[in-house]
């Protein structure tokens, strides 16, 4: 009984709360959907009040930039304005200019056919005027053929030499002032040049020979360079190429050669092999090969300080080993490294004196006789090889070609290129500086004289002061002082072209008049 009243008691009050809860729970929806709704109205009302406001600033900015291109294009507008006006003033001009040039060329027009017909009438008067005259002349002509028994065609003939004469007479005359005048001042500031530059360079020169002197402690050591059956001294002349010399000179021991590299090396060599006291052909060749290599490296350092000494930089090393080179060289008999050194700084001495870049020109005159030191198997003249030389290494092109043109084997291109061949010269030219062989001095001197008597009107020719000057005799019927001073600058100028030889040769031309009375 107590289950049964409970199950239905349990059941209302199920259906009671679900109604509770049910109820509730609807008034609670509607609520929240109000507020709902209140919320979505008020941000719609939000965002219509924003998108008003946005919608306004826009407006505002494009407003603002309308007004900007309007001011922009107004502005445009009225300088083109400006400019159609000034082009309409200058149209304007032309035009007025124009009508007073059309006006002025009117006139001058009339002026011109006013003075044409002046020029035709005047014309025709002188016209007039020419035949009287040449009819006079005519009867005039006659006058004189009769009178001085020659024909017009010899009287003009005789008037034309005369006249010929006299012109080359004055012409000559002329032409040796301005000579004078130009050599004067040219050989006084080339001779200031070239003193001041002899003067800054202080140089020694020394004849190369052929021979190199060892000396030995005792002349029991000869017996042993010599060997056994000769075959020490055959070992070291093979290796080295030098021929050694035992004679009886006391402690001394002789190494002959030309090349002056070898002989060094032979020098070096025997002087080691002298103190080691090991003298047999493995220990002669052991040492030479040492030597080689030592004076080869020695060659590097001796053209590094060459450049050192003369402030030059940024040279190819095969060109420094060449530089090197020199030091073993020599061109008659004046060593050739010297020679170079003294021709760089002559060579910058001159070219400071002129303005020209002295570095520039220091370069050019070490370099000029760099192909005097190529391998003897590459034919062809010195300066060309050095030419092709220092174009390999990228040299400047002044250098290269001053290098390539100091004998005038091409043409020069730049005054750095004489600067060198004057500073060779000098450096060559000099008393000491080099040898000459006494056959090839006698030609010299013979050739000189050949060649100034080979000129009309010489009489005699005397080669004097070991061929720096050549005295010409001339006669005097025959050249007058006119001719005289252009027959110096010839026999000069083919000098120039056709000999060769150190420093410069004066050219004396000596015209006399001897008369001779007797006494009795």
Same mark, same amino acid.
Do not use: C
């Given at each position: 009984?107590?289950?049964?009243?409970?199950?239905?008691?349990?059941?209302?009050?199920?259906?009671?709360?679900?109604?509770?809860?049910?109820?509730?729970?609807?008034?609670?929806?509607?609520?929240?959907?109000?507020?709902?709704?209140?919320?979505?109205?008020?941000?719609?009302?939000?965002? #219509?009040?924003?998108?008003?406001?946005?919608?306004?600033?826009? /407006?505002?900015?494009?407003?603002?930039?309308?007004?900007?291109?309007?001011?922009?294009?107004?502005?445009?507008?009225?300088?083109?304005?400006?400019?159609?006006?000034?082009?309409?003033?200058?149209?304007?001009?032309?035009?007025?200019?124009?009508?007073?040039?059309?006006?002025?060329?009117? #006139?001058?027009?009339?002026?011109?056919?006013?003075?044409?017909?002046?020029?035709?009438?005047?014309? *025709?008067? /002188?016209?007039? =005027?020419?035949?009287?005259?040449?009819?006079?002349?005519?009867?005039?002509?006659? @006058?004189?053929?009769?009178?001085?028994?020659?024909?017009?065609?010899?009287?003009?003939?005789?008037?034309?030499?005369?006249?010929?004469?006299?012109?080359?007479?004055?012409?000559?005359?002329?032409?040796?002032?301005?000579?004078?005048?130009?050599?004067?001042?040219?050989?006084?500031?080339?001779?200031?040049?070239?003193?001041?530059?002899?003067?800054?360079?202080?140089?020694?020169?020394?004849?190369?020979?052929?021979?190199?002197?060892?000396?030995?402690?005792?002349?029991?050591?000869?017996? @042993?360079?010599?060997?056994?059956?000769?075959?020490?001294?055959?070992?070291?002349? %093979?290796?080295?190429?030098?021929?050694?010399?035992?004679?009886?000179?006391?402690?001394?021991?002789?190494?002959?050669?030309?090349?002056?590299?070898?002989?060094?090396?032979?020098?070096?060599?025997?002087?080691?092999?002298?103190?080691? &006291?090991?003298?047999?052909?493995?220990?002669?060749?052991?040492?030479?090969?040492?030597?080689?290599?030592?004076?080869?490296?020695?060659?590097? @350092?001796?053209?590094?300080?060459?450049?050192?000494? *003369?402030?030059?930089?940024?040279?190819?090393?095969?060109?420094?080993?060449?530089? &090197?080179?020199?030091?073993?060289?020599?061109?008659?008999?004046?060593?050739?490294?010297?020679?170079?050194?003294?021709?760089?700084?002559?060579?910058?001495?001159?070219?400071?004196?002129?303005?020209?870049?002295?570095?520039?020109?220091?370069?050019?005159?070490? *370099?000029?006789?760099?192909?005097?030191?190529?391998?003897?198997?590459?034919?062809?003249?010195?300066?060309?090889?050095?030419?092709?030389?220092?174009?390999?290494?990228?040299?400047?092109?002044?250098?290269?070609?001053?290098?390539?043109?100091?004998?005038?084997?091409?043409?020069?291109?730049?005054?750095?290129?004489? *600067?060198?061949?004057?500073?060779?010269?000098?450096?060559?030219?000099?008393?000491?500086?080099?040898?000459?062989?006494?056959?090839?001095?006698?030609?010299?001197?013979?050739?000189?004289?050949?060649?100034?008597?080979?000129?009309?009107?010489?009489?005699?020719?005397?080669?004097? #002061?070991?061929?720096?000057?050549? =005295?010409?005799?001339?006669?005097?019927?025959?050249?007058?002082?006119?001719?005289?001073?252009?027959? %110096?600058?010839?026999?000069?100028?083919?000098?120039?072209?056709?000999?060769?030889?150190?420093?410069?040769?004066?050219?004396?031309?000596?015209?006399?008049?001897?008369?001779?009375?007797?006494?009795?």
């Amino acid at each position: 009984m107590d289950l049964i009243i409970l199950i239905p008691m349990i059941a209302i009050l199920l259906a009671l709360f679900f109604y509770l809860g049910w109820w509730f729970n609807s008034k609670t929806g509607k609520k929240s959907i109000v507020s709902a709704e209140a919320r979505a109205e008020q941000i719609i009302q939000d965002a #219509q009040k924003e998108a008003n406001n946005i919608k306004r600033e826009k /407006l505002l900015e494009v407003k603002d930039e309308w007004y900007k291109k309007k001011v922009e294009f107004d502005n445009e507008v009225n300088q083109k304005k400006q400019k159609l006006a000034n082009l309409e003033k200058q149209l304007l001009a032309r035009e007025e200019n124009s009508e007073k040039r059309y006006d002025l060329i009117i #006139q001058k027009e009339r002026e011109v056919r006013k003075l044409e017909k002046e020029l035709s009438d005047l014309k *025709l008067s /002188l016209d007039k =005027r020419s035949e009287e005259i040449k009819k006079l002349e005519a009867e005039q002509n006659e @006058r004189l053929e009769k009178i001085s028994g020659l024909t017009s065609d010899e009287a003009k003939k005789i008037l034309i030499n005369n006249m010929i004469d006299e012109a080359k007479a004055d012409a000559a005359q002329i032409i040796k002032e301005i000579y004078d005048k130009a050599k004067a001042d040219a050989k006084k500031e080339a001779q200031k040049i070239i003193v001041q530059a002899i003067q800054r360079t202080a140089a020694d020169h020394s004849i190369e020979s052929t021979v190199s002197v060892v000396q030995i402690q005792n002349d029991e050591m000869k017996g @042993r360079i010599i060997g056994k059956e000769g075959r020490n001294i055959r070992a070291f002349e %093979a290796v080295t190429g030098v021929d050694v010399i035992v004679d009886d000179t006391p402690e001394a021991v002789i190494l002959s050669s030309f090349d002056q590299f070898r002989r060094e090396i032979a020098r070096v060599s025997l002087e080691r092999l002298i103190a080691d &006291g090991r003298i047999h052909p493995a220990r002669i060749e052991e040492v030479v090969q040492k030597t080689t290599q030592e004076l080869e490296e020695e060659i590097l @350092r001796e053209g590094e300080n060459t450049l050192m000494q *003369l402030g030059l930089h940024n040279m190819h090393p095969e060109l420094v080993k060449h530089i &090197g080179k020199m030091k073993y060289r020599s061109s008659y008999g004046q060593n050739l490294l010297q020679h170079s050194i003294e021709v760089a700084y002559l060579t910058g001495i001159m070219a400071a004196e002129l303005g020209l870049d002295p570095v520039l020109a220091k370069r050019a005159g070490l *370099l000029h006789d760099v192909g005097k030191t190529v391998d003897k198997s590459i034919e062809g003249p010195h300066a060309l090889i050095g030419y092709d030389l220092t174009k390999k290494y990228k040299e400047h092109p002044i250098v290269v070609n001053a290098v390539g043109s100091h004998h005038e084997d091409i043409e020069m291109e730049h005054p750095i290129a004489a *600067l060198v061949q004057s500073a060779d010269a000098i450096s060559g030219a000099r008393p000491g500086a080099r040898r000459e062989p006494l056959e090839s001095y006698v030609k010299r001197l013979e050739n000189l004289e050949t060649l100034a008597r080979s000129f009309e009107g010489v009489a005699k020719t005397y080669a004097i #002061q070991a061929g720096r000057e050549i =005295r010409v005799v001339v006669e005097n019927d025959k050249v007058d002082d006119v001719v005289a001073d252009r027959l %110096a600058r010839e026999i000069a100028q083919k000098i120039e072209e056709e000999m060769e030889y150190p420093g410069q040769i004066k050219v004396t031309v000596i015209r006399e008049v001897r008369k001779i009375a007797i006494a009795k």
